[in-house]
């Protein structure tokens, strides 16, 4: 068994202990620190979703790789550089202001995916919209003809204690039922906190450096 099937099998045990569907969940391999090498190595294993977030990086390691990847930026988006990123990404998982999320619109050729970033912890250095001013911008965001909102990410904060990481999952799934919107995705989840986020109800979480170990 290799770390890909090792890990998928742990996520089916963990959605299957939170009453979810065995594939109600994706794994998204944060591949910031990997090399297009690495990265084949694990789509030789089975892995199909590979998360960057250094735009310039990803487009390198994208000429070289399988075209059935789907790609997903996950790092911060300046605003200079969404020309270089419509269109190349299935998803774009760090929107964090409505005025991004227009110039996404503008640029693109067709509906690009994207997820809302809501910082739900609420930490100065954390980018994302804040819970009052995504619920302000919503319909605005909906408005946009040529991005497809799909759902809300979020992160939360490095720390030991269980309660602060749930409620700030919590917190996510809670502004999707606000606008009822039962089938938007959640992006939330990483390396040192993923099992609560599946109990939360994430749809991808984010893990790198746990594979990286292994290759």
């Known amino acids: ?9 742990n996520l089916e045990k963990l959605l299957e202990r939170s009453k979810r569907e065995a594939n ?26 590979f998360g960057e977030n250094r735009v310039q990086d990803a487009l390198l390691k994208m000429q070289s790789l399988p075209s059935d990847i789907t790609w997903h ?14 269109d190349q990404f299935e998803y774009i998982h760090s929107v964090d202001s409505l005025e991004l999320a227009q110039k996404i619109s503008e ?38 003809n040529n991005i497809e909102l799909v759902g809300l990410m979020t992160m939360a904060p490095l720390t030991d204690d269980q309660n602060v ?13 606000t606008l009822n919107r039962a089938h938007w995705k959640l992006s939330m989840g990483m ?9 939360e109800g994430a749809h991808f979480i984010r893990i790198g450096r746990h594979f990286l170990k292994g290759l």
Request: charged share 30%; glycine share 2%.
């Open 73 to 86: 930026l996950i790092g911060h988006l300046q605003k200079k550089k969404v020309n270089k990123v419509v």
């Open 24 to 49: 109600d969940a994706c794994l998204i391999v944060a591949s910031k620190y990997f090399t297009a090498e690495q990265i084949l190595k694990l789509y030789e294993m089975g892995q199909r979703d």
């Open 107 to 144: 640029r693109s050729a067709q509906k690009q995916k994207i997820f809302a970033q809501v910082n739900t912890s609420n930490e100065p250095s954390k980018e994302g919209f804040s819970k009052e001013d995504f619920l302000q911008s919503y319909s605005k965001l909906e408005s946009l």
């Open 1 to 9: 068994m290799n770390i890909i099937q090792s890990f998928s099998e």
């Open 165 to 177: 990481i749930r409620s700030c999952f919590r917190d996510l799934k809670e502004i999707s039922k």
């Open 191 to 199: 390396s040192s906190d993923y099992p609560v986020a599946i109990e």
